[in-house]
């Protein structure tokens, strides 16, 4: 077992804020929002003009792939002693179909509400038996409606206060049919095949609580490069019914890009983010048969680097429609484990304002 640790990379942090804050103003060229769109991976960016309405749609892909515990790769064999007659975790597969409408109704306010579909697929085997077996779940997520308060505007630099609400519409009882040889061993009750049993907490669709979300976002724009950053938090407000908390998370990115093109745009993006433990605990799960329902094995910190690039539409109906996609790797993790550490992510939408 690890406990998180801030990495000491302060180049790296230092490096990221000097290119997000960076850039003169140029007296008497405008700042054209359509050249300053952060990446796709980025939510929560205003619209161009008053009364304008955007709709996104992003496909978020995460692959959990192999076990770590705090910054040191681990193989299933080591953990299988400690958890007899449990479940080991392989790997984890998560889709996230998110739809937002943005809409601006006057010109520094913009509003956003956010709705996910998640689909995610547990790979597992059994101890006792070797069995392999998958669980998976599908339902919406929390909805999240945001706002965006412009603070400060010029030719170069905008920055806006995002100030956000999670609503608790995302299941937290999610269950599967238990595989035959579960428990039994060591003194841990034995599972009847078939039985519903409560998932672990990665596998839950919601949080079971209001959550506020505020923070800052930034954008730069200097003939046709862009620049920006964004730092936000989710603080969770309360206990939900399942019997825990769970665990606030803060993130902070930087990226900086370049439009080759009217049609054509290229970007490099960095996010730190660190995510804690639930406070309490689902009675309902038990941490004696896998590593996934321990409340105290949820924590953690990441690092991703992350590629895009952007297509817009230069005819046609669609004009000026988005179609965009970023992908990327971990450059750091630090997990409270043993978890399933970040193998890759992938984000793609497409986004059209009328």
């Keep these: 077992m690890s406990r998180v640790r801030i990495p000491k990379a302060r180049g790296l942090w230092v490096g990221i ?84 409408l943005t809409w601006k109704p006057v010109e520094s306010v913009t509003l956003f509400v956010t709705l996910p579909f998640y689909e995610r697929t547990l790979d597992q085997f059994v101890e006792s038996t070797g069995q392999r077996y998958s669980v998976s779940v599908r339902g919406f ?76 976002t930034y954008n730069g724009l200097y003939k046709k490069t862009f620049w920006g950053g964004q730092i936000l938090g989710v603080l969770q407000a309360g206990t939900n019914s399942e019997g825990y908390k769970p665990g606030n998370e803060y993130s902070l990115t930087g990226w900086v890009g370049r439009r080759w093109k009217p049609w054509l745009r290229t970007s490099f993006r960095m996010k730190w983010q660190q995510w804690f433990n639930p406070t309490g605990v689902d009675d309902q799960m038990n941490p004696a048969l896998s590593p996934l329902a321990n409340p105290g094995f949820q924590a953690g910190q990441r690092v991703d680097a992350l590629f895009g690039v952007d297509f817009y539409v230069q005819e046609g109906r669609l004009r000026g429609s988005r179609i965009s996609i970023e992908a990327g790797l971990p450059a750091f993790q630090d997990l409270e484990g043993p978890q399933l550490r970040t193998d890759w992510l992938l ?6 304002a009328f």
């Design 141 to 216: 997520g929390d909805v999240i409606l945001n706002g965006l308060y412009r603070v400060f505007s010029d030719e170069v630099h905008r920055v806006h206060l995002n100030l956000g609400l999670s609503l608790p519409s995302g299941s937290t009882n999610e269950t599967a049919e238990a595989p035959a040889g579960l428990g039994g061993v060591g003194g841990v009750e034995v599972v009847e095949a078939g039985t519903l049993q409560r998932l672990p907490y990665p596998m839950q669709l919601g949080s079971g609580t209001l959550a506020l979300r505020p923070g800052f």
């Design 347 to 352: 984000t793609a939408g497409l986004q059209y």
């Design 17 to 100: 804020l000097a290119g997000v804050f960076a850039g003169q103003a140029v007296a008497g060229e405008p700042f054209v929002a359509e050249d300053a769109h952060p990446p796709i991976g980025v939510f929560g960016e205003a619209v161009h003009h008053s009364g304008e309405v955007k709709l996104s749609y992003r496909l978020q892909i995460g692959n959990q792939q192999g076990l770590q515990d705090g910054r040191t790769e681990i193989q299933p064999s080591q953990i299988e002693d400690s958890y007899p007659g449990g479940s080991i975790p392989l790997s984890l597969r998560s889709y996230a179909h998110v739809i937002e």
